[in-house]
């Protein structure tokens, strides 16, 4: 995406593009000086994202992510009896009935979407109270992400070359 491909030096995104963006207000405006971009939410959030090409893979990676997540958590709550493998991966499932079965007390009675669902969030903070909503996108993001690195962490901890 070259530079001047936006024909002014502003460009304004949707706000569902980035949530720090949605809690900014409706727009982000990113300006471009030199094919570079100036987005203030991308430098608090750390993110070296200098040039429009870069930007646009980086939007790219995060629809993709973004859209899973939502996928997930809107396919339990329409078929919340549903396989699990439906929508999560080999690796996914395993590591949660991995980390169930290491619980004195096992959590997942029945394999359903709606059950590991709820684990998945329960990873990222949800509490399962009885009196608390659906868990919503952002805890279920924070839940897959920990998912990941404990399915990443599994192999490594289970083979045991030294010591």
């Not at 405006?29 to 993110?47: K, N």
């Not at 200098?50 to 930007?55: D, Y």
């Not at 339990?76 to 007390?105: C, G, N």
Request: charged share 25%; glycine share 8%.
């Amino acid at each position: 995406m070259p530079a001047g491909l936006f024909g002014d030096k502003y460009h304004q995104l949707p706000r569902s593009l980035s949530r720090e963006a949605s809690s900014a207000g409706v727009f982000t405006v990113i300006r471009q000086d030199e094919g570079r971009c100036r987005l203030p939410w991308l430098r608090r959030s750390g993110r070296k994202v200098e040039t429009a090409e870069r930007l646009a893979k980086f939007l790219a990676l995060i629809a993709v992510v973004s859209w899973r997540i939502f996928f997930v958590t809107m396919s339990a709550r329409a078929k919340p009896d549903a396989a699990p493998d439906s929508v999560l991966t080999f690796a996914e499932i395993t590591a949660l009935d991995q980390i169930d079965a290491s619980r004195t007390r096992p959590r997942l009675q029945r394999p359903t979407l709606a059950a590991y669902l709820l684990q998945i969030a329960m990873l990222g903070g949800y509490l399962a109270r009885k009196h608390d909503p659906p868990p919503g996108n952002m805890v279920v993001w924070r839940g897959i992400t920990r998912l990941h690195d404990i399915a990443f962490g599994i192999p490594i901890g289970s083979s045991r070359r030294c010591g």
